[in-house]
């Protein structure tokens, strides 16, 4: 059974602190996506990581790419309050029919929800 | 915002009652998806489709039907509503020719509550 695993589930942070966000996946993909949730609202992405070593920045958010671990990353640094979501990493896995070799069938962790407190 | 809209926002209705909800799209993407959102289950899909008339299912799709008859709408039929289908149904659109990331881009989903 495909598992896509998120940890933590739940972090509470102080503004000006760094952490990591974990996201692990038990079936081959190169193809790796985070998504930013506000409360009540749709899905933002954030980053593609498309191969094995890549890594993105985006203002105090990197996410990085292990295929052969099987892992991607979200790193923060130096938290704020308006990074304050819940982060959802999603794995691509299968084919679709005609598709032309892209994959577009995301499996979805859990979620982290972030609090970012003074 | 990638041009998705999803209607209803909000309903509720009652068990044993038909509902359809509907995405539509002006982006011309090919590809379209409804997932729902329950708490600690994050997002899983219901139904997909490539194309016109093209769907197929996925994770969570017992329950559920979809159709799609033109490029930009996508419908989601509950044809017996129960209680374990209260959830936020997200509708989202995708296409590889657009971006080469093939990144899918969400609607603003629409909570529906069967009682």
């Known amino acids: 059974e495909l598992k896509v695993e998120q940890n933590p589930l739940f972090l509470s942070m102080q503004e000006g602190k760094n952490y990591t966000i974990y996201c692990n996946y038990s079936t081959t993909s190169d193809r790796l996506y985070w998504y930013r949730q506000d409360p009540g609202k749709s899905l933002e992405s954030l980053f593609v990581l498309l191969s094995n070593g890549a890594v993105k920045q985006e203002g105090r958010l990197m996410a990085s790419l292990d295929t052969k671990a099987r892992l991607s990353t979200l790193h923060i640094t130096a938290a704020v309050h308006d990074l304050s979501a819940t982060y959802f990493c999603?794995?691509?896995?299968?084919?679709?029919?005609?598709?032309?070799?892209?994959?577009?069938?995301?499996?979805f962790g859990k979620g982290t929800k972030l609090s970012v407190k003074p | 915002d990638a041009g998705i809209t999803q209607s209803p926002r909000h309903k509720v209705t009652e068990t044993g009652t038909p509902v359809t909800l509907r995405c539509h799209q002006t982006e011309n993407h090919r590809y379209m998806y409804w997932y729902r959102q329950d708490p600690g289950h994050g997002l899983r899909l219901i139904h997909y489709?490539?194309?016109?008339?093209?769907?197929d299912k996925g994770e969570v799709s017992d329950g559920y039907s979809v159709s799609r008859s033109k490029t930009e709408d996508f419908l989601l039929t509950l044809e017996s509503a129960t209680s374990s289908q209260t959830s936020v149904y997200f509708c989202a659109i995708s296409d590889p020719k657009v971006s080469h990331e093939d990144t899918q881009y969400f609607g603003p989903g629409t909570r529906l509550t069967v009682l």
């Open positions: 489709s490539y194309g016109v008339k093209d769907t």
């Open positions: 999603a794995v691509d896995i299968l084919s679709l029919p005609n598709y032309g070799g892209s994959q577009g069938n995301l499996i």
